[in-house]
Every structure is written in C-alpha cells, then in structure tokens.
C-alpha cells in the first residue's frame, strides 16, 4: 500500500543545534504538509509545498519539497526548548484526497 | 475559542460498551475528519465529511465504528462492543472548502482529541 517514511524516529540535540528529519513517500504525492505536536497536545499544521523543488522558511524552520514529489525535509536551525515535540509530514497521493501521515520525527532536547 | 472542540476529553469503559464522541469543528468549515492515533505513531485517518456527507471511511475501519454528520456541522463517532486495542486517542479535524482542483488538500485543523481507554 502507499506509504510514508519518516526518518529518524528520535532525535536527540543539545539546545542550539541543528535537526533535520526527513520524508519519503512511495507515490507521487501531490503536496506535502508538515505538523507539530507538542507532547500531550494535537497536531497543529506548519506549513504546505505543493510546487517540485519547493522551499520555504518560517523563520528558523527550513522546508524543502523534491523535485519528483516524493520526499520531503524540515530543518530547524539552532533548535530552543519550545522546538520540542513530533514532527510529522503527510501528503495525498495523485490519485485521492486522504493524507498519508509519516510516523512522526521525535525531536528531544538534551539536558 | 472557535477551534475544533471535541468531548468527552477521557473516557474509561469497560470491554464490550459502547462509546460515543462528539466533535463541533470550526463553524466555516464544511470538511471533517476523524482520525485515530496511539502512541508514537502518526495519525491513522477513519473517516471524512463533506458537509453531511460520509465521502471516505477507511478500509481498516471495522463495522463497529460508525461516523455521522447530521446536519452537517457537529459529528459523532460511536464505537460499539468496544475492544482493548480500541484504546487510543481519537481526533477530530476540520478544513475549509478546497478550490476544487484536483489533490486540493487544505490544513486540518485538529481538536484536542478524546482519550479512550477500554479495560
């Protein structure tokens, strides 16, 4: 069936590092979209790429689409404690409207 | 607050009752969605609403879920004859109409979720 991939599960980083997770899908998928959830809370929606080659940044959040419309990267620059939660990227196929929700990327900050 | 609001926020029950969620999504919003989720997982859609319409209703959804709109605004999720591995967190999301252009995906945005624990 169709699927998306999230790697890495976990991600541990002293505060003002970098994290990057990444995205990749076994279809085409029409655009991507990235949520947050912080822990004990909901999904709240980041941002959506539709175009090949997309980039976008929210300030210190960096958000690629590739160029075959199948993977997908969000990197935080120099990560702060209110960066922690689950990263997670969903996307629909060509061929229906239901997102494919990735397993989510864990960002973990070290004490 | 005009999010998603969702109720009961925790139910308990025990093996074999039935369960009963209720959803009210953003009021402009005519698409709805339940989802389910457990633990270190993402999101596993059930079902979909457009305006009173169910559209969708997952292939994995066993026939003890059932999903309504009524008059397409709030929505409930009853599950019957409730099983441990029903346990889980349900969500409910809603999104605003789409342009109508094929793969057309608006932002869900979701409730705070009901948390089922069914001993």
């Known amino acids: 069936g169709q699927q998306v991939m999230q790697i890495p599960q976990y991600q541990h980083v002293q505060e003002g590092e970098d994290f990057t997770t990444y995205c990749n899908s076994s279809?085409?998928?029409?655009?991507i979209q990235w949520y947050k959830q912080r822990p004990g809370g909901h999904p709240v929606f980041l941002i959506q790429l539709v175009k090949s080659g997309e980039v976008k940044k929210q300030k210190r959040l960096t958000f690629q689409f590739g160029e075959a419309k199948k993977n997908s990267s969000l990197h935080i620059t120099a990560t702060q404690t209110t960066d922690v939660g689950t990263y997670f990227c969903a996307g629909p196929p060509r061929s229906n409207y239901q997102l494919i929700w990735g397993a989510g990327t864990k960002l973990i900050i070290k004490p | 607050d005009t999010g998603v609001s969702q109720d009961p926020r925790h139910k308990i029950t025990k093996r074999g009752q039935n369960v009963t969620f209720r959803c009210d999504p953003i009021?402009?919003?005519?698409?709805l969605y339940w989802y389910r989720q457990t633990l270190g997982q993402g999101p596993e859609f059930l079902t979909y609403?457009?305006?009173?319409?169910?559209?969708?209703k997952s292939r994995l959804l066993s026939d003890r879920f059932s999903a309504e709109r009524p008059k397409g605004s709030f929505s409930t999720l009853e599950i019957q004859r409730t099983e441990q591995g029903d346990s889980a967190m349900y969500l409910c999301a809603s999104s605003p109409p789409g342009q109508g252009w094929e793969g057309d995906t608006r932002e869900l945005f979701f409730g705070e979720g009901s948390r089922l624990t069914v001993l």
């Open positions: 609403f457009q305006n009173e319409a169910q559209l969708e």
């Open positions: 009021s402009e919003h005519n698409r």
């Open positions: 279809t085409t998928l029409s655009n």
